[in-house]
C-alpha cells in the first residue's frame, strides 16, 4: 500500500530565509507526486506535479521541488519565502494503477514571520 | 479555468439529522472525489466517481453515502449526523486519466 510522510507538521520561519518542506512517499510502482497548498478558509491548489521527465519540477510562486527516486523523496524548496507564503501545505502520491486516486500526507503548516 | 462549488462554506446541524453537502464542477471531468479534512491527518477520502451513478468506497466510507446523478455534480450524505462528523469536508474533480484535482473552497461543517 502507498502511503506519504510529511517529515515537520509546522515550519516557522522569517521572511526571506530559505525553506524545505520534506516529503516521503511509499510505493512498489511508479508514481505521480504533487503539491498543493492551502491558504486560510480555502481549499487546495496545485503548486506543482511530477509525471514523469527531468526531476526538477518548477512550479507556481516561486516554488520547486526534486523528485529523488533513490529516496522516495519530493522535498519542496523556495529560496525566499514571502509573508503570503503562509499556507499548509500538502504532498501527495498518485500511482498508475489508482485510476486518478490520490493519497496526502498529513500536511505541514508553513508559518513566516516578519 | 476550472471552478468546483459547494453548496455551503459552514453549516450547523444536530446530532441525527440528515445532511446534504453538494458540489457541482464545470468543466465537463469524469472523476469526482468527497475528503474530509482534519488537524494532523490530512485529507482522507471518503469517496469517488468515475462516472455518472458510479461509486467507489474510499479509505472511511462509514456513516457516509453518496450520489452522482449528472455528471456536474457529486452529493455527499450524512445519514444521520453524529457529533464525530464534524469536519471540513472537501470535493475535488479531475480529468479522466488524469491525476491533478481541483479543489472547492470546502464546507466547515459543525455537528452539535
Known amino acids: 500500500a502507498q502511503s506519504v510522510t510529511q517529515l515537520d507538521s509546522q515550519v516557522p520561519v522569517f521572511e526571506e530565509a530559505p525553506v524545505e518542506l520534506r516529503c516521503n512517499y511509499s510505493s512498489s510502482v511508479s508514481v505521480y507526486l504533487f503539491w498543493y497548498v492551502q491558504y486560510p478558509n480555502q481549499g487546495l491548489q496545485l503548486l506543482l506535479k511530477?509525471?514523469?521527465?527531468?526531476?526538477l519540477v518548477k512550479g507556481i510562486n516561486g516554488f520547486e521541488a526534486e523528485f529523488n527516486k533513490s529516496q522516495t523523496s519530493f522535498h519542496l524548496r523556495k529560496p525566499s519565502v514571502h509573508i503570503s507564503d503562509t499556507a499548509e501545505y500538502f504532498c501527495?502520491?498518485?500511482?498508475?494503477?489508482?485510476?486518478?486516486?490520490?493519497?496526502f500526507g498529513q500536511g505541514t503548516e508553513l508559518s513566516v514571520k516578519p | 479555468d476550472v471552478k468546483v462549488t459547494q453548496s455551503s462554506r459552514y453549516l450547523v446541524k444536530r446530532t441525527g439529522e440528515k445532511v446534504f453537502l453538494e458540489c457541482v464542477q464545470d468543466m465537463d471531468h469524469e472523476n469526482m472525489f468527497w475528503y474530509r479534512q482534519d488537524p494532523g491527518l490530512g485529507l482522507r477520502l471518503i469517496y469517488f466517481?468515475?462516472?455518472?451513478?458510479?461509486?467507489e468506497k474510499g479509505d472511511i466510507p462509514e456513516g457516509y453515502s453518496v450520489s452522482r446523478e449528472k455528471k456536474e455534480r457529486f452529493s455527499l450524505i450524512l445519514e444521520s449526523a453524529s457529533t464525530n462528523q464534524t469536519s471540513m469536508y472537501l470535493c475535488a474533480s479531475s480529468l479522466d486519466n488524469s491525476y491533478e484535482q481541483y479543489f472547492g473552497p470546502g464546507t466547515r461543517l459543525t455537528v452539535t
Open positions: 501527495a502520491v498518485s500511482d498508475h494503477n489508482q485510476g486518478g486516486k490520490l493519497i
Open positions: 466517481s468515475y462516472d455518472v451513478k458510479m461509486k
Open positions: 511530477y509525471l514523469s521527465g527531468s526531476t
